[in-house]
Structures are given as C-alpha cells and as structure tokens.
C-alpha cells in the first residue's frame, strides 16, 4: 500500500471516528437540581428543624443513616416512598402532597448512583418559606433600588456562564479525537512520511484549539454538576473533588498541547525534514490525552464502566499470565472477602469469648 493509499485510509477512519454519535454524557441525577428539591417540598416540613428528636432529612449524616448507598431497594427512606402501608407510606396520604412516579424514580436512580450529597448545601423548609409573614415581603419592596439589581445582575452573570458550561459535554470529544489521531500521524511519519507529518501538524494545533474551549467551558461544567470549584488556589490541589484527576490532567495536556504547537512550527520552519523530537512529544500528549478522557469518563459513567470490556480480553489474555494469581483474586472482589471476614469475626469471638471466661475465673 503507497503512502497516500494509507494515509486516505486513515483519514477516512478518523472521519467516520469523528462523525459517529458519542455514547454516553447522559445526565445523572443531580442532587441541587432534583432530590433538594423533593426534600424541601415533601418532607423537611416534618423531619426538619422542627421535630429534632425524630428522622431528619435536613441533615445528611442523620438522612444517611436510612439510605443504602447503591441500593435503592435496600433503602428504608425509599421503602417508605412506595409502601402499600398508608402507615408506612411518605408523605402521608392526608398530607395531599404526593410524590410523581417521576419524582420516586429521581430518588431510586440518586440512591442507586451512590447517593451523592455534596457538603455545603442547606435544605430548607420550602412550605415554611411559602408561609412566610407578609412583613418580609414588604421589607423587600422597601429596600433600596441598588440592592434590588444586584441579585439580577448576579443571576444574569451566572446564567452566562452556565452556558459556556453547558457546552462542555459537546466540545470535549473533537479536541480528544483529534490529538490522539495527531499521535497516530506522528507514529506512522517518525521515519520521514511527510503527508503523515502535516496530518499529525495539524491535527495538533486544531486540537489545541479544541482542548483549550473544553477547558473554558469544563471550568464552569464543573460547580454545575458539583463536581468540585475553584475559589482559591489552594482548590486546583483538592484531592478530595471527584473532577482533580480529570481537571489537572486535562489542564496539563492543554498547556503542554499549546507549547507543543509552538516547538512544532519552529522546528519545521527550520528543518525541512520536521525532526522527530516534537512527533515524540505529540505521541506522549496522546497517551496524557487519552489518560484525562478516561478520567472525564470515569465521572459521567462510574468506574465500572470498562468491566465488560475488561472481562472479554482476559478471555483472550488472562490477567494470571501478567500479573500472578494475586490479580485474579483481588479481581473477585467482595465475594472471595466474605469468607475470610466470617472467618475472622468467628475467631475474634472465639478470642473474646475465651477471655471472658478467664476473666470470670480470675
């Protein structure tokens, strides 16, 4: 096959790569957005505040004590929405405010996703704020006309920027696609093919451009989907928010994507055989690349999301030929734990219970 046989040939998959519909980036269940919501309307009026020595919802550490993270079916605090028992049923059937099978899905799909809850995030009484005296409101018309456009210029502010959010999940396919074929180019003209060696250039430098919009728009996804924000420095360093792996991987590969554009064009400027050094560069960028997409992933899809996948190539390649027998047993998970657990439970109370007995004969 010539070298422009095999260069179309590449195109074409990178084309038919490019235009096939991207699976996945459908919306999980936002706990702001749906379940506070459902809290505030439905239940804090009588597992708020106000009933301190019953079930509240309005704390999480308390709410959690009725929620099985991962199991919906499991969850008291589910049971009770579905129960045939109109003792047992929430809300009560006399309160005149039920849940919509969509609402008690919202719920089930939360619980079963892990039942995240972000910290920060208070749960008011939305029937008491309804209720609210009539003097509030008056005090409200009063203030001052300054202080009335403020929140609305702060609102528009925000809506600006939850739009540029809004298009990260659409913007951050094109420049991943783009830089890992710039690799692919750059792998195959290592030894001189000079029409492979344009397709890797310039893949590189609209990829860039790609990365660096998904980098503006991923900035505002990010506190939108409560994912983790950035108010001060020290923030880009938080290991403890789900998006450090995919933000700092992604940032790094821009920067490094960016300066990559520049060391490229210089060097084919000058050497009309383009050098080799930056087509190494391209080709590590592609592995950084693919390494923050599968971050980003990990966040929409869970961590599961390649089990089918992992489990169809130890068909072909086991994981004992690679790794040693210990791969497989931590790959049976909770399964091959169980038994040890029970194991060790019996033997630490056979232990205790030899102790007791010894301390009642001392």
Known sequence: MTNKNL?????????????SPV?????????????KPILENHCINCHGPEEPEGTRLDVREDAMDYIEEGDAENSAFYEHLI????EELMPPPDEENPLTPEQIQLVATWINEGAEWPDGIEIVDAQAAEEAPEEDIS???????????????????????????????AAIHLPIGLLLAAGLFALFSIRGN???????????????????????????FSPMENRGTVTEFQDLFNQDQKIFWHRTSSLVCTGFAFLLC???????????DDGVLWKLGLMVLACGIAFAGHKGGELTHGKDLYKDLNKLIETVIPMEDWFGPAAKEGEQGDGADAPADESSSEATGETSGENNKSAVVE
């Not at 980036?25 to 702001?32: L, M």
């Open 7 to 19: 260069c179309s040939l590449v195109i074409v998959l990178l084309m038919g790569f490019l235009a």
């Open 23 to 35: 699976i996945g980036d459908g919306p999980d269940v936002s706990f702001e957005k749906d379940i």
């Open 83 to 86: 129960s045939d028992d109109e």
């Open 139 to 169: 005090e409200e018309d009063n203030s001052d006309e300054g202080e009335d456009t403020a929140p609305a210029e702060a609102e528009v502010d925000n809506t600006v920027w939850n739009a540029i959010g809004s298009l990260h999940p």
């Open 194 to 220: 000079f029409v492979m060696s344009d397709c890797a250039y310039y893949c590189l430098w609209l990829g860039t451009i790609g990365a660096i919009i998904a980098c503006i728009s991923g900035w505002w």
């Open 262 to 272: 520049l060391f490229a064009a210089g060097a084919r400027a000058k050497d009309p």
